[in-house]
């Protein structure tokens, strides 16, 4: 790997990572889901600063070319990235139905209380004539 090449990698990581903590610092991005992203960006500068990480990890997996590595690596960042996403889209679903199930039943609470004051204004007025 080139030295330029070497850098670009450096500069564009450390770029990842100013960009998730301004997100962070400006609330658009919940720490929770921030993680996965600064996991991977500090791993891309590991990536970057020491390219001698990513051929020991290609030697241990027993793959032929770094470049597989770091694609086998994107596509796992990515299914976790996907199952986290889905994760909190369900929990959401889930909150959002219980949330029109309790308005509902608020709903129901404040008709039937309605009536009750409505039928005992009726009477009320039946009893004053």
Same mark, same amino acid.
């Given at each position: ?14 770029? =990842? /990572?100013?960009?998730? !903590? *301004? %997100? ?9 889901? @921030?993680? &996965? ?34 694609? =086998? /690596?994107?596509?796992? !960042? *990515? %299914? ?9 889209? @369900?929990? &959401? ?37």
């Amino acid at each position: 790997m080139t030295l330029q090449l070497q850098l670009y990698m450096l500069f564009g990581a450390l770029v =990842l /990572l100013a960009v998730i !903590f *301004v %997100l962070l610092k400006q609330g658009k991005m919940a720490v929770k889901y @921030s993680l &996965l992203w600064l996991g991977l960006s500090v791993v891309l500068v590991i990536f970057a600063a020491c390219p001698y990480v990513v051929f020991v990890l290609r030697d241990i997996l027993d793959i032929q070319i770094p470049v597989n590595l770091v694609f =086998l /690596l994107m596509f796992c !960042f *990515v %299914l976790v990235v996907l199952l986290s996403l889905s994760i909190t889209c @369900s929990q &959401l679903a889930e909150k959002s139905r219980r949330l029109v199930q309790a308005n509902a039943l608020l709903e129901q609470r404040v008709r039937t209380l309605e009536q009750q004051l409505a039928a005992q204004d009726t009477k009320n007025d039946a009893d004053g004539m």
